[in-house]
């Protein structure tokens, strides 16, 4: 592990909380920044998560270090055959068993398939977690966002990671709830005044071509997806901005693109480096202050 600078040793640092945005697979670069993290030694006192970044968090909440993320994350959606394989032993005995577990034509059921997929170190609640993680969802029929913070975490985390259209709502408290980067796709809003140092890693990206070529259906589905979202940070940003925005260079892919997490990972290197100055930075300007 690589020594921590100087700077940021002492027995009175700035405390930090970092808030992970949703985004698909673009959101394997949130890996570099908990390995940065890792490196320097700092443990968050809050996280707060939404979609991919909910997942992420709770990995980091449940004790994983950046490296086991990065290690779990190439071996299972990073491999084509090992995707398959999960799914396959998921797959139900018979028909009447798939209509008993809620099959629905063109949706998946996330409750089910995330559970297979998630490193078995993640908690099954949140009083388990080793860091407070708050993950946002979106009440469907309540019009409004929503922070789990207790319970049952996994079907927290399929909620929030819930894409309309693309996986099934899930219940919780009897509430339908969907993807929570609808209403709040990087949720730095819900750590303010929890820690001296907030950090936000969005992950949305936006639309990516040469400014000409018509977009696919799909393309422009979710390149309008990533307008909205991006539209939501911008009032957010306006309103109370966290003290370190990162952007990694995300916008090439796509939600989906979970099987080119190894070019993911290799694309977004650098926002590792631009996390640890700027946080050098802003430790430092605390210190002075």
């Known amino acids: 592990m690589t020594q921590a600078p100087e700077i940021l040793k002492g027995s009175a640092d700035p405390t930090v909380a970092i808030a992970f945005g949703g985004g698909g697979a673009r959101g394997l670069a949130h890996i570099h920044v908990i390995e940065a993290l890792d490196e320097l030694g700092i443990r968050p006192v809050a996280i707060a998560g939404s979609s991919i970044g909910a997942i992420m968090g709770a990995a980091m909440a449940s004790g994983l270090s950046g490296a086991d993320i990065r290690e779990h994350t190439l071996s299972t959606v990073g491999r084509r055959k090992e995707i398959f394989n999960r799914l396959w032993r998921l797959r139900p005995a018979s028909f009447r068993q798939a209509v008993a577990s809620g099959f629905r034509v063109g949706q998946f059921n996330l409750e089910r398939i995330l559970p297979a997929f998630l490193p078995e170190a993640i908690a099954t609640d949140f009083s388990a977690l080793q860091i407070p993680l708050k ?121 989906m693109d979970f099987l080119k997490a190894q070019d993911v990972l290799a694309a977004t290197s650098a926002v590792k480096d631009q996390f640890k100055m700027a946080l050098e930075q802003a430790i430092a300007a605390k210190r002075n202050s």
Request: some cysteine; hydrophobic content about 45%.
């Open 135 to 255: 993950v946002l969802v979106t009440d469907y029929y309540g019009q409004a966002e929503h922070v789990c913070e207790s319970g049952d975490l996994h079907a927290a985390l399929a909620a929030s990671a819930a894409i309309p259209a693309m996986f099934m709502p899930v219940r919780i408290d009897g509430r339908v709830m969907i993807d929570g980067g609808i209403y709040n796709p990087l949720p730095f809003d819900h750590l303010a005044g929890l820690a001296d140092i907030v950090v936000a890693v969005d992950v949305v990206g936006g639309p990516d071509g040469d400014g000409e070529t018509m977009p696919s259906r799909i393309d422009s589905l979710f390149g309008a997806s990533q307008l909205m979202m991006q539209s939501i940070i911008a009032m957010k940003m306006k309103a109370h901005p966290p003290d370190i925005l990162l952007r990694p260079e995300v916008n090439r892919y796509r939600v």
